[in-house]
C-alpha cells in the first residue's frame, strides 16, 4: 500500500501539469485567433479561410499544394497576393500560423516597409531571438537591441566602409582564386556537384581574411570552425518555437559544445588582433578597426604602455582581460560567420544560373570586363590590384548582381509590432494596428510586383541603367529595393558582399561557363527550376538542391 500512494500522487501531480499546459494553450489559442480575426474585421481584410483551432495553416498548406513542396517560406506572401489580389491595395498580407510562429504582417507596400524599417526602426521580432539567443546570448548585431546595438554597430562600422573594403581587395582575391581552382578542377573532371558547397567555403574563407585577417583554408581542409558552424546551424533551426525542444539538455548541450568549439578557434585570432590595435600601416582588419574605436572611446588612443591607477594596467590590458568583452566579439564575429557566408554564396549561385539563362548578358558582362580591366584575367587582377576602386567603375556587373538580388534576395527583415505603432497606407490612409504581431519587410514580394517593376519575373539588368522617365525605370522611388534592407538597420555586410560577387565574377565569367544540371521536367517556380527552396537546418533561402551544375572551361 505504501508504493500505491507516491505512484498516485505522481500520477495527480502530472496530470495537474498537463491540466495546466492545456489551459494555458487553449488561452492562448483564443486569445490570438480572436486578435486576428478582430484585426481582419477592423481593416476590411480579404483574408484566406482562417480556422479558429489552426488560423491560416489549413489554407497556406493548401495554396502550397499548387507549388513545389519545398518552396521557401518568404514566398508565400508573395503566392497569397496572386491568390487574392485584392490584397494588394491594402499592402500586407495577414498570415496566422500560430503556434508553429506569431501572427504576421507580411508589408508588402515599399513605403509602408519604410515606416517600421527607415522612419521608425522598431525593435527585433522575438523571433530572432528564439532562433539565435541560446548562441549568442543577444550580444550581437543582429538581435540585440539598443545602447548595446548602438555602441557595437558604430565600432564595426569603420571596418565595414567601402575605403576599408577595398584595401582588403588583394586578401579577398586570394580566397577568390581558391574557389577559382575548384570550379577549374570539376571543369577537368566533368564532374556534376553542387555548386553552393564551394560557394558557401569561399564565402567563409573571405570572412576569415577581412574580420580577423586570417585564412581559415576552409575551403581546402577539414576546418573544425566551419563542421561547427553547420552543426550549430542545425541545432538553432529546428523549429524554434517547440518549447519542449528548446529546454531539451541534450539540444542545449550541443549548442553549448559547437559555441566552446567555435570560440577556441577564434579566441587567440582575436587576442592578436588587440596586438595588432592602434598600430599604423594597411590593410586592417574588420576587426581590428573595431578594437580600435572601442578603445578611442575607452580613453586608450593607442598606446598599451600608458598605465591607469588601477592595478597599473591599461585600458588596452583590462579589455584584453575582460571575459565580457571577448564574450561580445565572439559573438558579433561568429554572426558574421553565420549570416554572411550563405546569402553571398545563395545570390553568387543564383547569378551563375541567371547569366547561362541569358547568354547575351553573359556576353556583355564579359565585353565590360575585357573593356574596363584588361584583356584577360591575370591583367584584370592586376588593374584591380593597382587600383581597388576600379570594381566601381563596373556598371553592368553592378546591375547584374542589383537584378538577381531583385528577383532572389536572400533575406527578410522582422520587427516587432506595438500598442502605438500603426501601419498606414500611403494611398488609401487605412490605418493597421501592429500589437501582437511580427512586421516582415517582404522584399521577395516587394521586388516582383509589377506595380513597382515592369516584367517582374524577367532578368532584365539594364532596368538599372535605365534613364529618368524610361518605362524600365526600376522600383517605386527609393524604397522598393531592400535586398540588404534600408534604415539604420541595414545590412553592415552589403558593401564586402558587392565587392566579394564583383571579384568572383572578375575571375570566373571569361574563363569558365556554369551550366546548371537540372534534370529534365524538374520542378519550377515562377518558370525556374533554381528556385528558393525551404532547407532543413538552414537559415537562409538556397537555390533549389544546392544549384547542380557542371563546369566548362571556354577557349
Given at each position: ?351 551563375y544560373y541567371l547569366l547561362h539563362r541569358y547568354p547575351e548578358t553573359a556576353d556583355r558582362l564579359r565585353k565590360e570586363h575585357a573593356d574596363v580591366l ?182
Open positions: 500500500m505504501g508504493s500505491v500512494l507516491p505512484a498516485r500522487s505522481i500520477g495527480h501531480a502530472v496530470a495537474l501539469i498537463l491540466v495546466v499546459l492545456l489551459a494555458r494553450f487553449t488561452y492562448k489559442l483564443i486569445k490570438v485567433r480572436c486578435h486576428v480575426r478582430s484585426f481582419i474585421k477592423e481593416t476590411g481584410m480579404t483574408s484566406p479561410p482562417h480556422s479558429f483551432l489552426l488560423g491560416h495553416i489549413p489554407a497556406m498548406a493548401k495554396l502550397l499544394m499548387k507549388y513545389p513542396r519545398d518552396t521557401a517560406g518568404h514566398s508565400i506572401p508573395l503566392l497569397l497576393l496572386q491568390e487574392y489580389p485584392d490584397l494588394r491595395e491594402k499592402g500586407l498580407v495577414c498570415m496566422d500560423s500560430w503556434p508553429i510562429a506569431n501572427p504576421m504582417l507580411a508589408v508588402v507596400h515599399p513605403d509602408m516597409c519604410a515606416q517600421f524599417c527607415q522612419e521608425q526602426s522598431m525593435p527585433k521580432a522575438p523571433l530572432m531571438d528564439l532562433i539565435f539567443g541560446r548562441f549568442t546570448h543577444k550580444l550581437d548585431l543582429v538581435t540585440s537591441d539598443g545602447p548595446h546595438w548602438k555602441r557595437w554597430r558604430s565600432a564595426f562600422n569603420p571596418g565595414f566602409s567601402n575605403k576599408n573594403i577595398l584595401s582588403l581587395v588583394p586578401a579577398i582575391i586570394e580566397e577568390v582564386q581558391v574557389f577559382k581552382d575548384t570550379l577549374s578542377q570539376a571543369a577537368d573532371s566533368g564532374e556534376t556537384f553542387e555548386l553552393l558547397s564551394p560557394a558557401v567555403k569561399a564565402a567563409c574563407d573571405v570572412i576569415g581574411r577581412v574580420v580577423l585577417g586570417k585564412r581559415l583554408r576552409i575551403q581546402t581542409t577539414d576546418s573544425p570552425l566551419f563542421n561547427a558552424m553547420r552543426r550549430q546551424l542545425a541545432a538553432i533551426c529546428f523549429p524554434e518555437t517547440i518549447q519542449l525542444w528548446r529546454d531539451n539538455p541534450i539540444a542545449n548541450f550541443k549548442i553549448w559544445n559547437n559555441n566552446r568549439i567555435m570560440r577556441n578557434e577564434l579566441i587567440e585570432d582575436i587576442r592578436t588582433q588587440f596586438d595588432e590595435s592602434g598600430g599604423a600601416g594597411d590593410p586592417k582588419t574588420i576587426t581590428r578597426l573595431a578594437i580600435d574605436v572601442y578603445l578611442k572611446e575607452n580613453g586608450d588612443a593607442s598606446s598599451s604602455s600608458s598605465s591607469s591607477s588601477k592595478g597599473g594596467l591599461s585600458p588596452r590590458e583590462r579589455l584584453l582581460q575582460d571575459d565580457d568583452f571577448l564574450r561580445v566579439a565572439l559573438a558579433q564575429i561568429e554572426i558574421f560567420l553565420i549570416a554572411g557566408h550563405d546569402t553571398t554564396a545563395s545570390t553568387l549561385c543564383y547569378i584588361g584583356a584577360d584575367t591575370p591583367s584584370a587582377l592586376a588593374t584591380i590590384t593597382s587600383d581597388p576602386s576600379v570594381l566601381h567603375r563596373l556598371p553592368y556587373t553592378t546591375a547584374v548582381i542589383k537584378e538577381t538580388l531583385r528577383m532572389y534576395p536572400a533575406i527578410a527583415s522582422v520587427r516587432a509590432g506595438a500598442r502605438s505603432f500603426h501601419l498606414v497606407n500611403p494611398q488609401t490612409r487605412s490605418r493597421f494596428p501592429t500589437d501582437g504581431f511580427t512586421l516582415m519587410s517582404t522584399s521577395q514580394a516587394t521586388q516582383r510586383l509589377p506595380e513597382y517593376w515592369p516584367r517582374p519575373d524577367e532578368f532584365i539588368p539594364d532596368r538599372w541603367l535605365a534613364e529618368e522617365g524610361d518605362p524600365l525605370r526600376a522600383g517605386h522611388g527609393n524604397n522598393a529595393f531592400r535586398p540588404f534592407e534600408m534604415g539604420p538597420r541595414n545590412c553592415i555586410g552589403q558593401e564586402l558582399a558587392t565587392v566579394e560577387l564583383k571579384l568572383m565574377l572578375v575571375m570566373t565569367v571569361r574563363d569558365l561557363d556554369v551550366v546548371p544540371a537540372y534534370r529534365e521536367g524538374a520542378a519550377k517556380l515562377f518558370g525556374e527550376a533554381a528556385y528558393q527552396s525551404l532547407v532543413p537546418n538552414e537559415l537562409n533561402n538556397r537555390p533549389k538542391d544546392g544549384l547542380p551544375v557542371r563546369i566548362r572551361r571556354r577557349s
